[in-house]
């Protein structure tokens, strides 16, 4: 008989139980079950609801039932419905009546909610932690190339010289703000709904400060029926994790070209590779390539939590049983992907040659040809048109900017002398811009500097 069944006359339907149970996927939750159903009994027999002896009694159980599911010598139930009712069931075989008081002054609705609340709290730091290893490859690689200088592009086409170095750092940055989200995240959700009960507590007199300095939570939740059925912090990290995996893709996107033989800017190691199972020459970027895939499993979790949230009324609703598979799956996703891709990004060779040549054409030194001009006094704009006459010149002939002799110069015009070589010279367009966030190495150590700071600060 199901734990709730007092007021009804049939068993439910076969197809009804399968439909409704949840023990499936939130199995996971035992952990974070056991511990609040720890600190509810503690505080039950602290607050003089049930004895002191029997407050005992349900936590001794509780952890014996604990040590055996992780010794897997526990079996769940289809007809439990949930792993709340599984361990609350299995309590009561082992103890007797004293198991049949832990559910006194609380709900499901509290208890799914506080699980729930501490298993994101729990993941939180894990994701964090991936991600700070990957930002100190990105620092390895980036002070191994602070003069490797290769095309930085806009619309795809190469815009102006960069280094391998800056662009590593870009990255950095985008996932130091990722790390921020999280903690934001943990920040907020940093609040526990055990003892808001269904939705209104309860009329015994519960110490909701108590459970929830128990449980590591900062303070209760300041209103039940907002606990019960608050969503916000999933939603929230499902933001988060989209928005790290967007950048994941967008970085394993420029990986992929970059280890084509159209770019050949980097070579991606054997062991972060595969093959093809006709082509002998291949050696493709699956690791990337699934990276990019995996990302719309994540935004698909936060666009299923996002729509089953949207027309609720409070308090809880079974709706609302459909976040937990979408928060599994996003954590699971980003959990695995940090890893794989981080040992990618560390173990591919970088091809400074060919980088180099890449740099060489495209006339990415004719923003510095026209601030060439601009420091001899002309208006950036005058000296905009004389450069694109020059471009122009130089796909007439099939020169480069720096390859035009300084009869070619002249002939636009007179401002242009012998200085202009080392103008152009691809390393001092680089180094010159010495503004800070720019590529000039100093700028990019400077850079480098605040990731490792920031990295060693949550260590």
Same mark, same amino acid.
């Given at each position: 008989?199901?734990?709730?069944?007092?007021?009804?006359?049939?068993?439910?339907?076969?197809?009804?139980?399968?439909?409704?149970?949840?023990?499936?996927?939130? *199995? !996971?939750?035992?952990?974070?079950?056991? #511990?609040?159903?720890?600190?509810?009994?503690?505080?039950?027999?602290?607050?003089? %609801? /049930?004895?002191?002896?029997?407050?005992?009694?349900?936590?001794?159980?509780?952890?014996?039932i604990l040590a055996d599911i992780e010794a897997g010598q526990v079996q769940f139930s289809l007809d439990n419905e949930d792993i709340h009712m599984n361990i609350e069931a299995e309590l009561t075989q082992r103890v007797g009546e004293a198991?049949?008081?832990?559910?006194? *002054? !609380?709900?499901?609705?509290?208890?799914? #909610?506080?699980?729930?609340r501490l298993y994101v709290k729990e993941e939180i730091?894990? %994701? /964090?932690?991936?991600?700070?290893?990957?930002?100190?490859?990105?620092?390895?690689?980036?002070?191994?190339?602070?003069?490797?200088?290769?095309?930085?592009?806009?619309?795809?086409?190469?815009?102006?010289?960069t280094t391998f170095a800056h662009y590593m750092m870009a990255y950095a940055n985008m996932f130091k703000r990722d790390v921020t989200r999280l903690e934001d995240c943990l920040e907020r959700l940093d609040e526990c709904p055990l003892g808001a009960g269904a939705l209104a507590t309860s009329t015994y007199p519960v110490d909701r400060?108590?459970?929830?300095?128990?449980?590591?939570?900062?303070?209760?939740?300041?209103?039940?029926?907002?606990?019960?059925?608050?969503?916000?912090?999933?939603?929230?990290?499902?933001?988060?994790?989209?928005i790290m995996m967007m950048h994941l893709s967008r970085f394993s996107e420029e990986i992929i070209l970059w280890c084509s033989w159209e770019f050949?800017?980097?070579?991606?190691?054997?062991?972060?590779?595969?093959?093809?199972?006709?082509?002998?020459?291949?050696?493709?970027?699956?690791?990337?390539?699934?990276?990019?895939?995996?990302?719309?499993?994540?935004?698909?979790?936060?666009?299923?939590?996002?729509?089953?949230?949207?027309?609720l009324p409070l308090a809880y609703n079974k709706d609302m049983q459909e976040d937990k598979e979408a928060i599994f799956d996003a954590i699971d996703t980003v959990e695995l992907c940090l890893p794989v891709f981080a040992a990618m990004v560390d173990t591919l060779t970088v091809r400074p040659r060919d980088m180099a040549?890449?740099?060489?054409?495209?006339?990415?030194?004719?923003?510095?040809?026209?601030?060439?001009?601009?420091?001899?006094g002309l208006p950036f704009r005058e000296a905009y048109m004389i450069v694109g006459r020059l471009v122009n010149l130089c796909i007439k002939t099939g020169d480069t900017l720096d390859t035009l002799t300084l009869r070619d110069f002249r002939a636009i015009s007179g401002?242009?002398?012998?200085?202009?070589?080392?103008?152009?010279?691809?390393?001092?367009?680089?180094?010159?811009?010495?503004?800070?966030?720019?590529?000039?190495?100093?700028?990019?150590?400077k850079q480098i500097t605040l990731i490792e700071e920031f990295v060693e600060a949550r260590r």
């Amino acid at each position: 008989m199901k734990l709730w069944a007092g007021r009804f006359q049939k068993e439910t339907d076969t197809l009804v139980n399968d439909f409704n149970s949840s023990i499936s996927f939130d *199995a !996971r939750l035992y952990q974070q079950d056991i #511990a609040g159903s720890v600190a509810h009994a503690r505080m039950l027999g602290k607050c003089g %609801i /049930i004895e002191a002896h029997e407050a005992e009694t349900i936590v001794n159980g509780l952890k014996t039932i604990l040590a055996d599911i992780e010794a897997g010598q526990v079996q769940f139930s289809l007809d439990n419905e949930d792993i709340h009712m599984n361990i609350e069931a299995e309590l009561t075989q082992r103890v007797g009546e004293a198991g049949k008081r832990l559910h006194t *002054a !609380r709900s499901r609705n509290d208890q799914v #909610a506080v699980d729930t609340r501490l298993y994101v709290k729990e993941e939180i730091p894990t %994701i /964090i932690a991936q991600v700070l290893s990957l930002e100190e490859v990105l620092v390895q690689k980036a002070k191994a190339n602070l003069d490797t200088v290769m095309p930085g592009y806009t619309h795809m086409q190469r815009a102006q010289p960069t280094t391998f170095a800056h662009y590593m750092m870009a990255y950095a940055n985008m996932f130091k703000r990722d790390v921020t989200r999280l903690e934001d995240c943990l920040e907020r959700l940093d609040e526990c709904p055990l003892g808001a009960g269904a939705l209104a507590t309860s009329t015994y007199p519960v110490d909701r400060f108590e459970t929830a300095a128990a449980l590591g939570f900062k303070q209760p939740t300041d209103n039940s029926m907002d606990s019960v059925s608050d969503r916000d912090y999933a939603i929230e990290l499902l933001s988060a994790l989209s928005i790290m995996m967007m950048h994941l893709s967008r970085f394993s996107e420029e990986i992929i070209l970059w280890c084509s033989w159209e770019f050949k800017y980097v070579d991606l190691d054997d062991a972060y590779s595969t093959g093809s199972s006709i082509m002998p020459q291949k050696k493709n970027p699956d690791v990337a390539e699934l990276v990019r895939g995996k990302t719309g499993r994540v935004y698909g979790s936060l666009i299923t939590l996002l729509t089953v949230m949207k027309s609720l009324p409070l308090a809880y609703n079974k709706d609302m049983q459909e976040d937990k598979e979408a928060i599994f799956d996003a954590i699971d996703t980003v959990e695995l992907c940090l890893p794989v891709f981080a040992a990618m990004v560390d173990t591919l060779t970088v091809r400074p040659r060919d980088m180099a040549r890449a740099a060489a054409g495209g006339f990415i030194n004719a923003t510095d040809c026209a601030d060439y001009l601009v420091k001899k006094g002309l208006p950036f704009r005058e000296a905009y048109m004389i450069v694109g006459r020059l471009v122009n010149l130089c796909i007439k002939t099939g020169d480069t900017l720096d390859t035009l002799t300084l009869r070619d110069f002249r002939a636009i015009s007179g401002l242009f002398d012998t200085d202009v070589y080392q103008a152009l010279a691809l390393k001092t367009c680089v180094n010159g811009r010495k503004v800070y966030g720019g590529p000039a190495r100093e700028s990019v150590e400077k850079q480098i500097t605040l990731i490792e700071e920031f990295v060693e600060a949550r260590r």
